[in-house]
T-cell receptor, first 115, second 112 residues
Framework: DVKVTQSSRYLVKRTGEKVFLECVQDMDHENMFWYRQDPGLGLRLIYFSYDVKMKEKGDIPEGYSVSREKKERFSLILESASTNQTSMYLC??????????????FGPGTRLTVL | LAKTTQPISMDSYEGQEVNITCSHNNIATNDYITWYQQFPSQGPRFIIQGYKTKVTNEVASLFIPADRKSSTLSLPRVSLSDTAVYYCLVGYLTGTASKLTFGTGTRLQVTL
């Protein structure tokens, strides 16, 4: 079974703090994703990475950065957390197959609260 | 990017067939349609994926008309454990760009 783990299930930070969210997958997937999930808005893509050290902006990258130094690990960074970044953050990974898109496997999510 | 629209919620009784539709009017030629299921406090889980016509697996069926501007997830004989939020995902992942767009989700409530 594919396993995607996230470093924390719940996190509380203060405005202005630098926040790191870590994600690790164990299936040697090329692609990794960070989404945020908010009521009524569904899942919105923040960033994704298709290879080590490669990244692409998603729909809402503002206020976020990412790092992928190793294939299995993808980090989301909030340089200076703000209250509007309070949300559920979901990490996912997928294999690049011969089709245009492949199944994404999600972690359990990190619920971040910024006070 | 394809804009995807789903009903906010649906109710069903146990044993009934449930059909959830996703509208994606500006779907592109290369876009696939994927459906996910999400339980509280968990990440979404893959259910089914298709490109055109009909796809069936052990869990669900996916119907896609010829114009591909909508798709319908069909859950046969739902049970209480099918109570969850269902998302459609439309898009095509290339090596250097993502065109993936999730719908806002449909909350399905199954009761006895």
């Amino acid at each position: 079974d594919v396993k995607v783990t996230q470093s924390s299930r719940y996190l509380v930070k203060r405005t202005g703090e630098k926040v790191f969210l870590e994600c690790v997958q164990d299936m040697d997937h090329e692609n990794m994703f960070w989404y945020r999930q908010d009521p009524g808005l569904g899942l919105r893509l923040i960033y994704f990475s298709y290879d080590v050290k490669m990244k692409e902006k998603g729909d809402i990258p503002e206020g976020y950065s990412v790092s992928r130094e190793k294939k299995e690990r993808f980090s989301l960074i909030l340089e200076s957390a703000s209250t509007n970044q309070t949300s559920m953050y979901l990490c996912a990974s997928s294999f690049t197959g011969t089709r245009g898109t492949d199944t994404q496997y999600f972690g359990p999510g990190t619920r971040l609260t910024v006070l | 990017l394809a804009k995807t629209t789903q009903p906010i919620s649906m109710d069903s009784y146990e044993g009934q067939e449930v059909n959830i539709t996703c509208s994606h009017n500006n779907i592109a030629t290369n876009d696939y349609i994927t459906w996910y299921q999400q339980f509280p406090s968990q990440g979404p889980r893959f259910i089914i994926q298709g490109y055109k016509t009909k796809v069936t697996n052990e869990v669900a069926s996916l119907f896609i008309p010829a114009d591909r501007k909508s798709s319908t997830l069909s859950l046969p004989r739902v049970s209480l454990s099918d109570t969850a939020v269902y998302y459609c995902l439309v898009g095509y992942l290339t090596g250097t760009a993502s065109k993936l767009t999730f719908g806002t989700g449909t909350r399905l409530q199954v009761t006895l």
